[in-house]
């Protein structure tokens, strides 16, 4: 019988799916179960999000981040908007330097004390052509190859962030490449976006690893082989009020029926009432380069809103 694994948030199939390869049985609750994710796993649809997750947190045994961590986190996290922001719980304002440069993001394991860096992925915001908004997140691709001093940048980030918040398991760190210069961002203690993206190229089990390090192991080694392909994913938003049509459903059911890797995911059923700017499915692809994978995903996009929307 597998191993059971809660796994709670906003929307976690990108989790769930890994952790499914990875020999666990998820047990989910997230603010959409959609129709993908249904049809594989358990998962309770939290309409009252985020406050409902503590009540699907208290239905499974599930570990959790302490509150200081999670706390410090969102401190870090705070930095990513440009510009002016209002400062959290608080009516004051801060200001940050603009910072010109390529938009990234690397993922780690951590013990609390070191960590090992299990990736990097290129971060593209406000695509047109997802349906993004001007700073939204829309598009990860990778593996990035790193030279000898960026990987050393990237190590060096998250050594001294699990040192200094304790943080156990996967987190992820968003950053400003400036030509060889990491500005670093915003702080995730959790399974991240782009972490999919990785799991396919060097085809690591990235949850096996986060639960092993949670209950004691070792970091594993620094990954040392080379990725086969470039990877990527997109996620597509309603570019107006959108109900899903009906037509959708054949398309969809053929879509998610591909295994390990779907090229849709995080499907909606038809039916569906989604509002403008809010995100519809994911698109994934894998191809011999960087361009190659971009303009994949650029096509499926544009396929999968003629679906969504007709012809026009």
Same mark, same amino acid.
């Not at 993206?197 to 080694?221: K, N, S, W």
């Not at 994913?233 to 037509?247: G, Q």
């Given at each position: 019988?597998?191993?059971?694994?809660?796994?709670?948030?906003?929307?976690?199939?990108?989790?769930?799916?890994?952790?499914?390869?990875?020999?666990?049985?998820?047990?989910?609750?997230?603010?959409?179960?959609?129709?993908?994710?249904?049809?594989?796993?358990?998962?309770?649809?939290?309409?009252?999000?985020?406050?409902?997750?503590?009540?699907?947190?208290?239905?499974?045994? /599930?570990? #959790? $981040? @302490?509150?200081?961590? =999670?706390? +410090?986190? !969102?401190?870090?996290?705070?930095?990513?908007?440009?510009?002016?922001?209002?400062?959290?719980?608080?009516?004051?304002?801060?200001?940050?330097?603009? /910072?010109? #440069? $390529? @938009?990234?993001?690397? =993922?780690? +394991?951590? !013990?609390?004390?070191?960590?090992?860096?299990?990736?990097?992925?290129?971060?593209?915001?406000?695509?047109?052509?997802?349906?993004?908004?001007?700073?939204?997140?829309?598009? @990860?691709?990778?593996?990035?190859?790193?030279?000898?001093?960026?990987?050393?940048?990237?190590?060096?980030?998250?050594?001294?962030?699990?040192?200094?918040?304790?943080?156990?398991?996967?987190?992820?760190?968003?950053?400003?490449?400036?030509?060889?210069?990491?500005?670093?961002?915003?702080?995730?203690?959790?399974?991240?976006?782009?972490?999919?993206?990785?799991?396919?190229?060097?085809?690591?089990?990235?949850?096996?690893?986060?639960?092993?390090?949670?209950?004691?192991?070792?970091?594993?080694?620094?990954?040392?082989?080379?990725?086969?392909?470039?990877?990527?994913?997109?996620?597509?938003?309603?570019?107006?009020?959108?109900?899903?049509?009906?037509?959708?459903?054949?398309?969809?059911?053929?879509?998610?029926?591909?295994?390990?890797?779907?090229?849709?995911?995080?499907?909606?059923?038809?039916?569906?009432?989604?509002?403008?700017?809010?995100?519809?499915?994911?698109?994934?692809?894998?191809?011999?380069?960087?361009?190659?994978?971009?303009?994949?995903?650029?096509?499926?996009?544009?396929?999968?809103?003629?679906?969504?929307?007709?012809?026009?």
């Amino acid at each position: 019988m597998p191993e059971k694994l809660a796994i709670v948030g906003a929307s976690v199939r990108a989790a769930a799916f890994p952790a499914l390869r990875a020999g666990f049985l998820p047990v989910c609750a997230d603010r959409f179960a959609d129709l993908d994710l249904r049809r594989r796993v358990p998962v309770v649809q939290v309409d009252d999000y985020p406050d409902g997750l503590a009540e699907a947190i208290l239905r499974e045994p /599930v570990g #959790g $981040r @302490s509150s200081p961590v =999670v706390r +410090a986190a !969102d401190r870090c996290a705070s930095a990513s908007a440009r510009g002016r922001k209002p400062a959290a719980r608080s009516s004051a304002w801060f200001f940050q330097k603009r /910072v010109t #440069g $390529r @938009s990234c993001s690397a =993922v780690f +394991a951590g !013990d609390g004390n070191d960590a090992v860096l299990l990736g990097a992925t290129w971060q593209l915001v406000g695509m047109p052509w997802t349906g993004a908004g001007e700073f939204g997140y829309a598009v @990860s691709l990778g593996p990035i190859e790193l030279s000898r001093d960026l990987r050393s940048q990237w190590e060096r980030i998250g050594e001294v962030l699990a040192r200094r918040f304790g943080l156990v398991g996967l987190f992820g760190v968003d950053a400003v490449l400036d030509n060889e210069t990491l500005w670093p961002i915003e702080v995730n203690p959790r399974y991240t976006a782009s972490l999919e993206v990785l799991e396919r190229a060097f085809e690591i089990d990235a949850i096996r690893i986060h639960v092993d390090v949670c209950r004691g192991g070792r970091l594993p080694r620094r990954l040392g082989q080379a990725a086969r392909a470039w990877c990527g994913k997109a996620i597509l938003y309603a570019r107006a009020d959108l109900s899903v049509p009906p037509a959708w459903a054949r398309f969809a059911e053929e879509a998610i029926s591909a295994r390990p890797w779907p090229e849709l995911a995080d499907v909606p059923a038809a039916g569906t009432r989604i509002r403008a700017r809010s995100p519809v499915v994911t698109v994934l692809a894998k191809a011999a380069g960087e361009q190659a994978a971009h303009d994949l995903l650029r096509s499926r996009a544009a396929q999968v809103e003629r679906r969504l929307y007709g012809s026009s």
